[in-house]
């Protein structure tokens, strides 16, 4: 204590005691006696004073518990350790250091509030952005803090709904999977989107008609997406992907349907133009203006078949003079027999007396997908066998001009240049055998598969043992002086069985040109 302030304050009021007693004249005992009466007032207001600090001390000491009590709360309910304050502090530095650690721990407590409201709210948009149930309806709300009588403020049951670090988190991390999931399926939605209006866009898909069948949602929402409306607008959620993979399913359902309408009405038009002698440009023309698979052109088609069906009777005659024709073709390239109940059954309807009836055309209409389903079911064989007789033609052609006395004084290595064709002929045989060999194999049913009645190996045998007749004789000929005439009319009828030549009028005279009836073929189009 610093009795130098009291004194400094007590001796000059003595001095000015002293004058005012001097002037009034009191005596030594009197003076005494005032002295005392003015120690004990001071006395008085000493201890008065004295208790004030005295109670405002026990206030310290009240209010330092109650901090403590206050600071050991807040760090429970933030699942913090206990906080213990610096030792030998005086009261004043005490409350004044708990005062600021209680701020910082409020603080710390309104951050938390502030970011679980945060991601709450959060977690609430996104679940109705997708559709899903509201997570945080069964949440706690945090109660605000009050202040109690001590000035000191405190929370009630409050404080257990005050999120832990591990609690936001867990919502931070129910956030961004929500939010993986909202750009998953905004993808999603948007993809399905984008092929619906694509589709729709190729078929010329306005939208489902009244009377449907379509709810109300799943109505609006193909109205929305044909409308080009922003995916992010669109509701998202399981069922509207659901809705979405449905529309996209029916649309492809009815593209694959108007694809195969229109190319089966595209073949069969080939093929009616082609009966109907209708000039190339325009098909083209009316091919290239009707591209594509919408449903305009689809009508188109089908207006054009109609007219190709009108037009087919109105010149009869000349369609099934090319029916005819297309059917004998055709059975020359399936290297059909012309004998036997389907032959004679063939003949009948191309070569016999068949009128122009209706009955009559679509027999031999029937008998063409017959015989063109065949083709196309075998048309790597056919191609093999067609290739294995146009390289026999082409060595039987080597083999005559070998026999050609001229050869032999033509200029330029003629004869050296035919011979290695002769032999390269000679190894290009047995490799197309080889292969329409391994064609029958794979083939169901190819032990069925017959040239002219004979099965492929007989024919080839038929082939080569013609071949040695003809040059046997050919020989015996040369050696009793017959003539070259004799010779040549002799070597076609050596290969007379290889397709070449034919009396029939179901067997194609043309065979003997490599692709004759494959051109023929791929001209009337395929059905």
Known sequence: MRKEIILDVIEPGLGELESIWDYIGYPDEQRTERLHTLAEQLQARMFDFISAENQRRVQLDTDIEARKRRAAQICQTLRLPPYFPPRGLPSLSLLEHLDAHIAQFEAEIKERQARQSELTAQVRSLCERLGLPDETATTKPAEATTTDGDGVDSTTDADDAIP??????????????LERRRDDMLKRLSGLAEDVRRIALDIEFAGSPAGSGADDAAQALEDAVLAGEETTRLPLSDATLSQLEALRLRL??????LVGTCDELRQHIRVMWTRLDIPHEEQEAFLAQHAGYRQSTLDALQEESDKCQELKWSQATAYLANLRREASELRATCFLDDTGDEADEDAT??????????????????????????????RELYAAVGLYQDTWRAYLDVEQRMKDPAILSNRGGVLLKTDKERKQLQKELPKVEKKVSELLQKLQGGDNFRIRGRTFEQHVRHLWDSLRSEQEASKFNRKAGAVAGGRTGSATSGGGDDLRSSQSPMRDSSLGAAGSPRKSLSATGKR
């Open 349 to 378: 309807l191309i070569g016999g007396d068949l009128d122009d009836t209706e009955e009559g055309v679509a027999a031999l209409e029937r008998r063409i997908d017959e015989l063109r389903e065949s083709y196309e079911k075998n």
């Open 164 to 177: 832990s670090e591990q609690d936001l988190e867990r919502l931070q991390s129910r956030v961004v999977e």
């Open 252 to 257: 492809v359902k009815h593209k694959a349907m």
